[in-house]
């Protein structure tokens, strides 16, 4: 029975609720050799924190240096550091399934090198992601406004609508007339742009995305419009090294708040980074957890709330405020390759105390394919051990595990967004430009 819930989980579709993708044009001018993409994107951080030296991380990562076997060796002894970490795990994936490397060593690596420039290929991209990845599509955060059609993928490649600047009280009066032609001089208008940004791509958004809390803590606090308009008045004038920290927080709830509305009137959901910060050495944790959240929740319960991450290290508070709110998801993208076995314990967690329609299986946050593709296996291998540890512990039957599989892949994400109508939006924006 455990192999058929295997099966089930390799042949099911992954729906991709949160990617930071390079478009076709970049992936297509990439020159990347097969160290710089397999040690790319996170595990930089592992090998950061088991020791590494700016020298050596430098000479990994030199492409100039054409002795792929001379660096890698350089660095074994780090890599055997960190290779058992759900980061450090990814890399020894991507060299297997995609470069065809079944043991890390430096002669290994240096013989499949050559396979690069094959997958910088027209529609390569496309390929590894949906035929190799298995993925349904993938929703992309690529830090703007603009969600236009992707003609490289156009029911493939779908995109979120940044919200990450206005939450941080962060306002560009010439960036937004440029997008709207609304010129924002005072609260009044800032809204009007706002709704003018929402008017012009929320159709072909998939979702709401901010990722503030890298930037301030993710308390959110009601503001009055004569409180955010005293601060968009300073924002406006004032050099922004004389700008403080409560000042942006006062126009930066006003905004995040108006994000919210905005994405209830177009039934977009709304996705918030919580937890873990990317990167070494700058991580204040009181401000990353999903418990900070729960005056927003309370207040905008229309709304849809997609918590990412699992709010590591705040796991057990994102089951409680998933359990709770009825307008809360929890998503576990990113987590797989953070921690597998929390992110095991996690899902399993949740199996048992929020109902199933509230969790979200998979993104990858990455931008590159060759790394999405290796977190869809970390995803796929973690939902087949914890369901199958379900079943071996006799808490449900297959039948049941496989019902919970598709539902944490698919078709939560499929009820949860209207990904019918975001495609029907793109076809038509598509249609229209030709």
């Known amino acids: 029975m455990s192999s058929d819930i295997a099966r089930h989980v390799q042949e099911t579709p992954l729906v991709d609720t949160h990617e930071h993708l390079q478009k076709e044009p970049a992936w297509l001018a990439n020159t990347d050799d097969i160290l710089q993409d397999i040690f790319s994107n996170y595990v930089p951080a592992d090998l950061h924190t088991a020791g590494i030296t700016g020298e050596q991380r430098q000479t990994l990562m030199d492409g100039s240096n054409s002795d792929i076997e001379g660096r890698f060796e350089s660095v074994r002894d780090i890599w055997e550091k960190i290779r058992f970490t759900g980061y450090g795990e990814a890399v020894s994936i991507i060299a297997r399934d995609i470069y065809g490397v079944e043991e890390m060593t430096g002669s290994a690596l240096a013989a499949q090198n050559h396979k690069t420039a094959a997958l910088r290929q027209p529609g390569e991209r496309l390929r590894l992601l949906r035929d190799v990845a298995n993925l349904d599509h993938v929703q992309t955060d690529d830090f703007c406004w603009p969600c236009v059609p992707d003609p490289s993928g156009l029911e493939f490649f779908l995109y979120d609508l940044s919200w990450q600047g206005f939450c941080s009280g962060q306002v560009d009066p010439e960036a937004i007339h440029k997008e709207t032609e609304v010129g924002v001089t005072d609260l009044a208008s800032l809204k009007r742009g706002m709704e003018a940004i929402f008017a012009k791509y929320g159709p072909t958004a998939a979702a709401v995305k901010a990722q503030h809390a890298y930037g301030r803590t993710l308390d959110w606090v009601e503001r009055s419009d ?71 929740l309370a ?66 946050d990455t931008g590159w394919p060759t790394s999405s593709v290796a977190y869809a296996v970390q995803a796929r291998n973690e939902i087949t051990r914890a369901l199958e540890a379900e079943v071996a512990e006799g808490y449900m039957g297959g039948k049941e ?34």
């Open 226 to 296: 004569a409180d955010a308009e005293s601060a968009l008045q300073d924002i406006l004038t004032k050099p922004d090294e004389e700008i403080d920290v409560p000042t942006r927080l006062r126009l930066g709830d006003w905004c995040w708040a108006r994000g919210v509305e905005l994405s209830i009137d177009h039934d977009l959901p709304f996705k918030l980074h919580t937890g873990y910060y990317a990167g070494n050495d700058r991580m204040p944790v009181r401000r990353i957890p999903s418990g900070n959240l729960a005056p927003l």
């Open 299 to 364: 207040k905008y319960l229309d709304a849809k709330f997609v918590l990412m991450h699992i709010s590591y290290p705040y796991s057990d508070e994102l089951v409680a405020m998933t359990k709770h709110y009825r307008n809360v998801w929890a998503d576990l993208c990113w987590a797989w390759s953070i921690d597998p076995f929390s992110s095991r314990d996690f899902l399993r967690r949740c199996i048992h105390a929020v109902p199933i329609n509230k969790v979200f299986a998979f993104g990858g």
């Open 401 to 434: 595990a496989k019902y919970i599989a598709s539902r944490i892949m698919r078709d939560n994400q499929y009820e949860c967004f209207d990904l019918e109508g975001t495609r029907a939006a793109l076809n038509a924006a598509h249609a229209a430009a030709e």
